[in-house]
């Protein structure tokens, strides 16, 4: 399923557009992150949030020098979505400090989830710094303790973070179609890998699957 | 001017609130970026911003290493710290994508001096910290093309940021006297280092001098 010719006009504007995409989407959950920690409770959580923060950044920064380094100009790669991911952090500014969080956590794993899917279809060296933009090293599971702790005090946060869970999911989803259908070719990448349509509805099956999990592992029902 | 002895409990107060306050500083300076990064024009000036807070962070966690590995608890190091800073971004908040520059340029340029004056009364091993802290490696310097560049254009920008630079310096240091004055540790290390009101003086003389060259790098009047 791999594309070899890096030279293929379209399989090179794909490529683009992911790298564009990924950098970008990790710019701008590192600033809505940073935002976030400054609702944070207390001083050892704003910290962690911070972190987690940093990481994205990290991460961005290891994009846009592999572009660089492979002529690609990273503000042209980022700039078709711009408006996307804006849109999709208007649709799903968190009121307060729980919200942010869980949408560190939930938002973030369904994208990164997408993006390791992308990555089965690009070249060995694509993926290879793909793989180290997507490498969360359990920053993100400090999370996880938060939000049990909450649920066993606050009695209406349970299905109120259950709501959100699902409005992170169905943006998320919605955006990714939208940009999809944009970028003609985000598709010919899964065309051109001998993708039919029963396997782009698998792959939207594991996607719902592993956000399900995720929930769940926050004390949740998905 | 050095105190050696780690073990007085005076001064080892006064380097617990320096690194806190410092530390501090640095995280909200981290987060207050970040979200001013949000309000740059271009992608390549998001990114340089979204930079600069990084390296802030970076050097929030370089503070936070030496703390712990110091037997120093970063958060209760930090705490005094909250309200004094809140009350500073609260009173300096930017209108505007440029407001933010200049803030990021002039006051944390302010702030950085005034930690490196006080890093003189500190022994070796925190001031050896301290200047890892401080150390900004020229991240900042795309701001004083980009405020020349935006003079050249918008004649009003010019008498509005150089209000905005004298306001930035008054809070500031109308913050630090607060924080002094309340915590009775950094004005013993002052005293205890041997420095008499006249000194304190010709300290921020040379503050308000180095901000007066920050200011006119800018192309601003001090």
Redesign the interface.
């Known amino acids: 399923m791999e594309h070899t010719s890096i030279d293929d006009p379209t399989y090179h504007a794909a490529v683009v557009d992911l790298l564009g995409v990924l950098a970008?989407g990790e710019?701008t959950a590192?600033?809505r992150m940073?935002?976030d920690?400054?609702l944070a409770p207390?001083?050892?959580l704003?910290?962690s949030m911070?972190?987690l923060?940093?990481t994205e950044?990290?991460q961005?920064?290891v994009l846009?020098e592999h572009m660089r380094s492979h002529d690609i100009d990273?503000?042209a790669a980022?700039?078709p979505f711009?408006v996307p991911f804006a849109s999709y952090h208007e649709r799903t500014k968190p009121r307060g400090w729980l919200e942010g969080l869980v949408k560190a956590y939930v938002g973030d794993g369904i994208a990164k989830d997408f993006y390791r899917e992308m990555s089965v279809f690009v070249d060995d060296d694509t993926r290879e710094v793909m793989a180290r933009a997507l490498d969360d090293a359990g920053e993100s599971d400090f999370v996880v303790g938060v939000v049990r702790d909450t649920l066993k005090t606050d009695r209406t946060a349970s299905g109120r973070l259950a709501l959100w869970g699902r409005r992170l999911l169905g943006e998320a989803l919605s955006q990714a179609q939208a940009v999809a259908v944009e970028r003609d070719s985000m598709s010919a990448l899964l065309v051109g890998g001998g993708v039919d349509l029963a396997e782009v509805g698998q792959m939207f099956t594991r996607l719902t699957d592993n956000h399900s999990k995720r929930m769940t592992r926050l004390g949740l029902s998905a």
Chains 1, 2 share one sequence.
């Open positions: 970008y710019l590192f600033i940073a935002v920690s400054d207390t001083l050892s704003k910290s911070a972190g923060a940093n950044y990290v961005y920064g846009v990273p503000d980022m700039a711009v």
